[in-house]
């Protein structure tokens, strides 16, 4: 979202973004996956430091772009995924899966389970 030709102009992109997103939540068959947020091509560095980012750190990078498909979606139709093994080029699965728990802090335990377990339950019909 932040790199290639989108770099410069990073408001217009994620306008964009956030029509394409609010579209998408006016269907009510439609469920979203959360993750895939480690991937270079999304324009964060944590792929370039010396120093691995920290579960904190990504939880607040991340958070307005999960936050805004949370608010469209609703969290029961909200799945947190891992894309690994492409995510390791910036970060370790435990500082994914603690930066989602750290982000979803604020959302009730209902909400919550919704988002790590009954929504990707419902959609793939399982237990």
Known sequence: ????PYA??????????????????GCPNVVIKLGGVGMPRL????????TPV?????????DPVMRHCI???GP???MFESNFPVDKESFSYC???NAFKRMSADFSADERADM???????AYRVG
Do not use: K
């Open 1 to 4: 979202m932040r790199t290639g």
């Open 8 to 25: 410069s102009n990073p408001d217009e992109v994620m306008g964009n973004w956030r029509s394409g997103i609010a579209a998408a939540a």
């Open 43 to 50: 324009g964060y560095d944590f792929h370039e430091r010396e």
């Open 54 to 62: 920290g579960s904190e750190e990504l939880a607040a990078a991340i």
């Open 71 to 73: 608010e469209q979606f």
């Open 76 to 78: 029961s139709r909200c």
């Open 95 to 97: 500082v994914m899966w």
């Open 116 to 122: 790590f377990h009954g929504c990707a339950a419902r």
